[in-house]
């Protein structure tokens, strides 16, 4: 049976400073952005970001590629707490990475920017997160990015 997916919510997610480490001897540069709160939003899932619970630790490899590593809490509605561990890649033409490492607006048709999220949630409402495989799409802006949630059925 081939899968398919269906939207389940959308995150907002605002991060406050971009660090960056540097250039490590395998000619990978590290950072790490700490997450200051956000939204949830969707069908199957609402509620918010918990500020300071987290962050993405983004390596910047040699050509060009963005590999995300984040991770941080999620309130459900219903005061649930849940762990998000998101992983992702984020590729362009040389062109649109200079304006996006500018930190200017750039349309996400221009780069592919996809995730692929884990969940720890609790037993409960909510433990359909931790069962389910997911896969996103991220729309990076300045100070926050918007990631789609679908779910593989």
Same mark, same amino acid.
């Given at each position: 049976?081939?899968?398919? *997916?269906?939207?389940?919510? /959308? =995150?907002?997610?605002?991060?406050?400073?971009?660090?960056?480490?540097?250039?490590?001897?395998?000619?990978?540069? +590290?950072?790490?952005?700490?997450?200051?709160?956000?939204?949830?939003?969707?069908?199957? *899932?609402?509620?918010?970001?918990?500020?300071?619970?987290?962050?993405?630790? %983004? #390596? @910047? @490899?040699?050509?060009?590629?963005?590999?995300?590593?984040? /991770?941080?809490?999620?309130? %459900? #509605?219903?005061?649930? *707490? =849940?762990?998000?561990?998101?992983?992702?890649?984020?590729? %362009? #033409?040389?062109?649109?990475?200079?304006?996006?490492?500018?930190?200017?607006?750039?349309?996400?048709?221009?780069?592919?920017?996809?995730?692929?999220?884990?969940?720890?949630?609790?037993?409960?409402?909510?433990? @359909?997160? #931790? /069962?389910?495989?997911?896969?996103?799409? %991220?729309?990076?802006?300045?100070?926050?990015?918007?990631? +789609?949630?679908?779910?593989?059925?």
């Amino acid at each position: 049976m081939d899968p398919t *997916l269906e939207y389940v919510f /959308q =995150i907002t997610v605002r991060f406050a400073s971009r660090n960056h480490v540097g250039t490590l001897p395998s000619g990978i540069r +590290r950072g790490y952005t700490p997450t200051s709160g956000g939204e949830i939003a969707g069908p199957r *899932l609402q509620g918010r970001v918990m500020p300071n619970s987290g962050g993405d630790f %983004a #390596s @910047w @490899w040699p050509n060009g590629t963005v590999e995300f590593n984040a /991770q941080y809490m999620l309130e %459900a #509605s219903d005061g649930a *707490l =849940i762990v998000i561990k998101n992983r992702g890649f984020r590729h %362009a #033409s040389p062109d649109v990475l200079k304006r996006m490492e500018a930190l200017e607006p750039v349309d996400p048709t221009e780069y592919y920017m996809r995730i692929a999220p884990v969940f720890e949630a609790p037993v409960g409402p909510h433990q @359909w997160l #931790s /069962q389910t495989v997911f896969v996103g799409t %991220a729309d990076r802006r300045a100070d926050h990015s918007i990631f +789609r949630y679908f779910a593989v059925r």
